[in-house]
């Protein structure tokens, strides 16, 4: 392996892992924000955002393995 791919298979780890911490950390923050007046909008916003970021990552993780198993 050269250098470029190496380093091109560390960016790409780095950054499926960043996403995950990011939603996670993204949606940590509004449930606290959520949790200061819990009212049925802002129970809907975290729902929604919630199932949709990690839904995205779910989609690119599973596209990641199929790609993988291509190669």
């Given at each position: 392996m050269d250098?470029?791919?190496?380093?091109?298979?560390?960016?790409?780890?780095?950054?499926?892992?960043?996403?995950?911490?990011?939603?996670?950390?993204?949606?940590?923050?509004?449930a606290c924000w959520v949790m200061r007046d819990p009212i049925v909008e802002r129970i809907a916003c975290l729902f929604i955002f919630t199932v949709y970021s990690y839904l995205l990552l779910i989609v690119k993780d599973a596209k990641h393995e199929s790609k993988q198993k291509t190669e």
């Open positions: 250098a470029i791919t190496l380093i091109r298979l560390a960016v790409t780890v780095v950054s499926e892992r960043l996403m995950t911490i990011l939603a996670l950390g993204l949606s940590f923050g509004l």
